[in-house]
């Protein structure tokens, strides 16, 4: 993959080019930045992450496994008490929400690691330390570098080069 | 961290994110003064080596007591026969109080878009994470037999026999259990990007690897940011019920069992209530001090721990209602042994332990209603020691008076802990604080890049984007949110 990547000191900037570069269809246009902006989200466009399936199904298995094993154990190893019901869902709720958080929130963050592919062993490409000290960075895969850097440098850029 | 927001067309218009919107550092002025002085906090001090021995000293004590106990048998905890319940459970309740601050601040109060929590909530969760991890070695040490723990798990095994799941010591060991791995995974998913910002920032070679590893390869792309706030959004929802559900669960071990005292419908909201006053006090126990030695005032402003008074203020007054309507429905119960009991906390046999504990969660947070005191950091930091007093023995009038006075005369007794049972409290306070030690000088103490979201970003012309900021902080009435 090669491409251009900018760095840029204002927000404003960053923005303006991402929003060029869209128009332009230049090519994936990824964006480095310090702190979450909404601006940038908003020029990128991107759809609703993923992320809250992997809640949902490890939220349902969560809290299936814990009646299960509560009822299970139960009627496996009965204590028959005054004719009371052997398996009692009404205590066993707290077991099946405890599993339900547990399994859910786990499977939460495997997702986010998942979609992210993360972890990851050596940088992609584009990444620069100052992006996640304070600088914003906006990465172009391209094969078109020169138009790509003389758009970037137009919206002023502090510094752009090329990546492979 | 950000949220998904629709598309403005036109100019762009800096907008905070709306889980901080309400607070401003104008203190703090871009993005490189975050991480140079909150980075800064993390280079080893003599104070510092000095706090940390002294906390290993205190675990050491603890450590002791603990071989002294395996040795010797559970008979030197003090335990007097019916009250075999002591020390041990009491420090169990305070110190998964202490947590429940933590994930408060971290997960319910995010989900509120309450600004104040920003500066603080990393040491709130790291704290959570530190004091579950004490609050767990409880009931290992008071089985007595500690190797044998993990029978208290569902484990398939040849006696073919399964733990009882109607049992609150059981729901006790998934509640907690459940509570650490969630309140550790919270604390490590916020920290993934700060921990990003180390490695950038590292030159030792070994460290730089180490940060590497923890930070799992972080690039601080749009897409990890998209992902890791829906994440974060998801794991604040869980957080959420999982604090209220888990001291409930703590309640529960009190409120299942007919004990006088004990036997009453009203523990579970009393006791989330305490763990919030007791886990923020121990938040001022921990930020006043912290914000005073590095210099971060700016940062941890008046206008925000103003904001977490009001919070301490309402938590006194819920608990200070349950204490009271304790008495009332014991009277109007007209069940003698409840009655006996009662006028017995207060006037008889363990009175002392009981005005502690009106005087320290009642009384002493009253004078929260003076703005001027809720501004004053040394007494806050005083009126939280107090709170952490009163918390301790908020437990102990639960826990002792109740065992040594229950429905028969000739089974009322006496108890007073071993100095083994106070060899594990110091011992306690020992291992919590050596853990946050630690943690203050390998990990940041606040949130960068929550933080950098607060900052105005830079903007073309050299302009800050944001609206006006001298207003000072978050809410407060009191404009120029003094940090002194």
């Excluded at chain 2, 974060?232 to 888990?246: D, E, G, Q, R």
């Amino acid at each position: 993959m090669q491409g251009v990547v900018a760095s840029f000191r204002e927000l404003d900037a960053a923005v303006h080019a991402i929003e060029d570069l869209r128009q332009q269809r230049l090519g994936d246009v990824t964006v480095f930045s310090p702190a979450p902006r909404h601006e940038l989200e908003e020029a990128l466009g991107n759809p609703p992450s993923p992320v809250r399936r992997f809640t949902l199904v490890g939220g349902l298995l969560g809290v299936t496994f814990g009646y299960w094993v509560a009822i299970w154990t139960s009627n496996y190893w009965p204590m028959v008490t005054g004719g009371k019901a052997i398996a009692s869902w009404i205590p066993y709720t707290i077991i099946g929400f405890e599993m339900m958080v547990m399994i859910g929130a786990l499977s939460t963050v495997f997702g986010m690691f998942y979609v992210n592919r993360i972890p990851r062993l050596t940088m992609t490409v584009g990444y620069d330390p100052r992006f996640s000290h304070g600088d914003y960075g906006v990465f172009v895969a391209t094969d078109n570098l020169s138009k790509a850097e003389e758009l970037l440098r137009r919206h002023g850029a502090a510094e752009v080069r090329g990546e492979r | 961290m950000a949220t998904i927001a629709r598309p403005v067309p036109g100019t762009v218009t800096p907008r905070p994110n709306i889980a901080s919107a309400d607070v401003q550092l104008p203190g703090v002025r871009d993005y490189e003064q975050v991480d140079n002085e909150i980075i800064g906090t993390m280079t080893p001090t003599a104070g510092w080596f000095g706090a940390l021995g002294l906390a290993i000293v205190c675990m050491l004590i603890g450590a002791s007591s603990w071989v002294y106990q395996i040795y010797w048998g559970l008979g030197q905890a003090g335990y007097a026969p019916p009250v075999m319940w002591g020390v041990y459970i009491i420090t169990f309740v305070f110190w998964v109080g202490i947590g429940h601050a933590g994930t408060l601040i971290s997960a319910i109060l995010y989900l509120f878009r309450a600004g104040f929590r920003t500066t603080i909530y990393r040491v709130s969760e790291a704290m959570t994470v530190f004091a579950v991890m004490t609050a767990g070695l409880f009931p290992i040490i008071h089985i007595g037999r500690p190797w044998k723990f993990f029978w208290l798990l569902p484990y398939p095994n040849w006696r073919l026999i399964w733990p009882n799941f109607k049992s609150p010591l059981v729901w006790d060991v998934f509640a907690i259990s459940t509570y650490l791995t969630i309140s550790t995974t919270f604390l490590y998913v916020g920290l993934i990007p700060d921990i990003a910002v180390l490695r950038d920032r590292e030159t030792n070679p070994v460290r730089k690897r180490i940060f590497s590893i923890l930070s799992l390869g972080w690039r601080n792309s749009d897409r990890e940011w998209r992902h890791f706030a829906r994440a974060y959004l998801f794991l604040a929802a869980f957080s959420t019920p999982l604090v209220l559900s888990v001291h409930s669960v703590v309640s529960f071990d009190f409120a299942m069992a007919l004990t006088p005292g004990w036997h009453a419908t009203i523990f579970p909201p009393y006791f989330v209530a305490g763990a919030i006053f007791s886990g923020f006090a121990m938040v001022w126990t921990i930020v006043i001090p912290i914000r005073r030695w590095f210099n971060l005032k700016h940062y941890v402003t008046l206008n925000q721990l103003d904001a977490t008074a009001k919070v301490v203020l309402f938590t006194s007054l819920v608990v200070g209602s349950a204490y009271l309507i304790e008495f009332f429905i014991a009277w109007y119960s007209g069940v003698p042994a409840e009655i006996e009991y009662f006028y017995n906390r207060v006037f008889g046999q363990w009175w002392w332990s009981a005005w502690i504990l009106l005087c320290c969660n009642m009384v002493m947070p009253m004078s929260l209603f003076s703005q001027k005191l809720r501004r004053n950091t040394t007494w806050l930091f005083i009126l939280s020691l107090f709170i952490n007093l009163g918390m301790w023995y908020e437990r102990w009038v639960i826990v002792v008076p109740s065992l040594s006075h229950e429905f028969e005369p000739w089974q009322w007794t006496h108890y007073m802990p071993s100095w083994v049972d106070m060899g594990f409290l110091v011992g306690s306070f020992g291992w919590f604080f050596m853990w946050f030690l630690l943690f203050t000088k390998q990990l940041p103490v606040f949130a960068l890049a929550e933080i950098k979201e607060i900052i105005p970003p830079k903007m073309r012309g050299g302009h800050h984007g944001e609206p006006d900021v001298s207003g000072g902080g978050h809410q407060g009435p009191v404009a120029a949110g003094g940090t002194h």
